[in-house]
């Protein structure tokens, strides 16, 4: 998969959604970043291969930097795009051109959704399937709304959303929500307010990213990802306190592990609250 991110102060937003892949099964994550950090991703991320590629004076991506990407992303099963990219002009335009231009499945988070506050119908044009995971924010923002309006039915927001940009919503919060442009809508049950810590929803979107490449359609990439996610965190949870990004990253190949090996053994499905619960199909 090829993952677009990082910036001036938030490398760690890269370096956690290139471990969160790793860790859900990407194989193999190419980070591309911005050629002044490429040192610095170097060391933070030794399971990846790093891409310099052409930068800002601010050390942000340059729209300059459109071809390289496109040529990196040719090669790839997935593209994954936003976190910690920064909201510069030039970076901006770059976001919005890359979801003109890439012809592989392609998620967007964080300030990749940015870019298209003011027309998230633009994403409509894509044939590729494409997955947001916006907070309830950055859907407000992309909705034209108050984050009080999305919180207030989460459920309808995604939806809309969906329909609005012909993409899979995965909308962040208690009681995520994944919604397809056909109206599906899956709630996940797992997860707690530990996942509110900086750098977890950088983890998800890599998760999100490594099913989609794996060939997962996505629709049930977003909502698997989503709970593998929520119940990495429960996990930890019920251990100690102080749960961080990488931490989460590193307790997925463990909750993937046992929800295979209960799938292998018990015919029933586990029940809510227990070790593990299932997305639950709204309507």
Known sequence: MLLVAGG????????????GAGRAGA???????????NDILEGKCTEAMTVPVAET??????????????????ERSVVAMGPGVGRSHETVALMRALAGHVEAPL?????????????AGALAAREAPTVLTPHPGEAARLLGVGSGDVNRDRIGAARTLAARTGAVVLLKGAATVAASPAGHVVVNPTGGPGLGTGGTGDVLLGIVAAYVGQGVPALEAAALAAWVHGAAGDRLERGAGGLLAGDLAR??????????????????????????AVPLPVR
Do not use: Q, W
């Open 8 to 19: 001036l102060g938030k490398t760690g937003a890269a370096a956690l959604a290139a471990a």
């Open 27 to 37: 194989g193999l994550v190419t980070l591309a970043c911005p050629a002044g950090l």
């Open 57 to 74: 004076k601010e050390r942000a991506f340059a729209a300059a930097s459109e071809g390289e990407i496109l040529a990196l992303a040719a």
């Open 107 to 119: 998620v967007i988070d964080a300030d990749g959704l940015f870019a298209f506050a003011e027309d």
């Open 251 to 276: 307790a997925v190949p463990g909750v993937a592990a046992s929800l295979r090996a209960a799938a292998d053994t018990e015919p029933h499905v586990p029940e809510a609250g227990g070790d593990f």
